[in-house]
């Protein structure tokens, strides 16, 4: 009997342990200033990939909780209640009688394994090491997601720049327009293909704006595509990007892969699943081996047609429980000698699966080679960019101020300004797009050190 007590407890451990934890998702407000840190926790709170990811890794934790409840004894009840008509047996006398008969068999058994060839044991880190590395899945689903709205971000801040460059270069030919508009009235004929020249680069102006509105708002929908949630036209958006200091970046191609395989995800993910087919290699071997279990059972049945011989009464339903229990305790062995290869070609299998799982974290730790070595040239190649779109922007914007002084004193015309105006217009927006790229890149490099920050 102390064994069933010891099971009932267990089983009582079991159910109170067994929880699976649920997670609640509030709706999204977005404020009228949306921050990078905002704009990265709402996409991930709404990602498809990254939920899906979540979602299995909470299977993996049931699976993982199940495979060490396995090792629990079992448990079972079992009871039968029948009622006879017509002629049955009395099973005390073993006598027949030919009346309506109430009878019921009554059974409580427990079976804890012994021995199972570590098959359990082997299972619970097969299943460990599967729920581990879903939790690095996810983590892996949350960097992909947060690179990508750093990047669409970022894109919204340099579209905004890029406006505000278009309207001041507009302000600017306006001026002009306006000076050469009041030198026109005033009678002087040499400026009159100035004024036409000028109100050109206007309504050219007026162009490049509509292009910039167009690539902001653009940018903004991409934003919100990735966020999940209903375009807002009239949110602001902070810049908490240092775009004033910016230098080259001090890193290496070896050090920053070095690190990467400390830092990504998906390469611990990948290590983990090989040490998960290791262990299920291990647990199909575990069935060659014969299994041993411990097992007890408390049996009763009660007859309606028993009788006490001395009153000749029926005898009542828990004298009967009580006199007809027996109890029984012992052990089993099982060894499947032949079962149709069974054993074998799930061992065969799980090898399979093993070579598998190890040419996939082969696999992901060349990728990650490779892109980090890609990103760090895109880096060194922006950096180049930006530094080249600086010093033709700070020349191109010299150039214009000559000439803009020129032609206001009448020594050029308007021909000669549009065309340095034009070049050191592109070269602004140009240096604007620039500087964000190289931001992007260098926040890349950043993730695969382990110092990403979103602010």
């Not at 209640?81 to 109430?102: A, D, K």
């Not at 036409?196 to 162009?207: K, L, N, R, S, Y």
């Not at 049996?299 to 011989?309: E, K």
């Not at 927006?429 to 992007?440: T, V």
């Amino acid at each position: 009997m102390r064994y069933i007590t010891f099971s009932f407890l267990l089983l009582y451990f079991a159910l109170c342990t067994g929880k699976l934890e649920a997670q609640s998702v509030s709706a999204d407000s977005i404020s009228i200033v949306l921050t990078l840190r905002q704009a990265v926790d709402i996409a991930i709170r709404n990602n498809l990939q990254v939920n899906t990811a979540d979602l299995q890794s909470q299977t993996f934790k049931v699976a993982f909780d199940q495979s060490w409840e396995y090792m629990l004894p079992t448990l079972q009840l079992q009871a039968g209640q029948s009622v006879n008509f017509g002629r049955s047996l009395n099973p005390t006398n073993y006598t027949y009688v030919t009346q309506q008969v109430g009878s019921g068999n009554y059974n409580l058994s427990t079976n804890i394994p012994i021995f199972q060839g570590l098959q359990l044991q082997n299972g619970v880190k097969q299943q460990r090491y599967n729920f581990e590395a879903s939790r690095y899945d996810l983590k892996w689903q949350k960097d992909n997601i947060t690179l990508n709205v750093l990047l669409a971000y970022l894109q919204v801040l340099s579209a905004r720049d890029q406006l505000a460059t278009v309207l001041t270069q507009l302000n600017s030919d306006t001026v002009q327009l306006h000076r050469n508009e009041s030198l026109a009235k005033e009678g002087a004929l040499l400026t009159l293909s100035d004024l036409a020249t000028v109100q050109g680069q206007v309504a050219q102006d007026e162009i490049n704006i509509s292009t910039a509105i167009q690539t902001l708002e653009t940018n903004k929908i991409a934003l919100f595509t990735l966020m999940n949630v209903s375009y807002k036209r009239d949110v602001e958006y902070e810049n908490s990007v240092n775009t004033s200091n910016i230098n080259d970046y001090q890193t290496s191609p070896d050090s920053l892969y070095q690190s990467a395989l400390q830092v990504v995800p998906s390469i611990e993910s990948a290590r983990l699943k090989v040490l998960s087919a290791q262990k299920a290699v291990a647990a199909a071997k575990g069935a060659y081996w014969p299994t041993l279990s411990f097992g007890a059972n408390v049996n009763s049945y009660y007859n309606g047609a028993v009788t006490d011989p001395n009153t000749t009464n029926k005898t009542p339903w828990g004298t009967q429980f009580k006199d007809n229990r027996n109890e029984s305790i012992g052990l089993q062995l099982n060894w499947n000698i032949l079962n149709g290869f069974r054993a074998r070609n799930n061992v065969r299998n799980q090898k399979i699966n093993l070579k598998s799982a190890e040419v996939n974290a082969n696999n992901t730790r060349l990728v990650l080679q490779q892109q980090v070595e890609q990103n760090f040239q895109n880096m060194v190649a922006t950096y180049k960019q930006f530094k080249l779109f600086s010093e033709q922007a700070d020349a191109y914007a010299e150039a214009l101020r000559i000439v803009n002084i020129k032609f206001t004193e009448g020594v050029v015309t308007a021909d000669i300004y549009v065309q340095a105006k034009v070049r050191s217009d592109a070269a602004a927006i140009n240096l604007a797009a620039a500087r964000y790229a190289y931001i992007f890149r260098t926040k890349v490099l950043d993730y695969y050190q382990g110092r990403l920050a979103i602010q």
